[in-house]
């Protein structure tokens, strides 16, 4: 059995993989629009004119895979109620990818020693996805 994350970017899910290849070094693994589905789409599924739209995708980042979707393309994605917590090496790694995930986001609690870490930061991205960075322990 295996959980994995599928985020629903509301007609930024383009942006937002390449954004997540640039700041994470992310791999998109699959993608698919909805004009390419082998069969019809429900009328009203998505707006008129976002065929081109990401109807699923799967990337990964390190050793996850995550999987993405325009979704019914209503520009307002809501991520509330979860953090994805990235688990990197050092405090080097912590402040490069905090600083690449926090540009034009909103840093929730900036990148601090703790006594689980030395280096933990929460940070929402552009796209509203709240990141739990944390630094393995010396």
């Not at 993405?68 to 990197?88: I, N, Y």
């Not at 909103?106 to 944390?134: E, H, I, N, Y």
């Amino acid at each position: 059995m295996q959980v994995q994350p599928y985020l629903f970017f509301e007609g930024r899910a383009e942006e937002a993989l390449g954004f997540y290849r640039e700041a994470l070094g992310a791999e998109v693994t699959a993608l698919m629009r909805f004009k390419d589905s082998p069969d019809p789409l429900p009328p009203g599924m998505v707006p008129p004119g976002a065929e081109g739209k990401v109807m699923h995708a799967e990337f990964r980042v390190g050793d996850a895979t995550l999987m993405a979707s325009d979704g019914r393309c209503s520009g307002q994605a809501r991520f509330g109620g979860v953090s994805l917590s990235l688990s990197v090496p050092d405090e080097a790694t912590a402040d490069r990818l905090f600083a690449a995930l926090a540009e034009g986001g909103q840093v929730q609690m900036p990148l601090g020693k703790t006594f689980f870490s030395p280096r933990f930061g929460v940070v929402a991205d552009r796209f509203g996805v709240s990141w739990m960075v944390v630094a393995a322990a010396a």
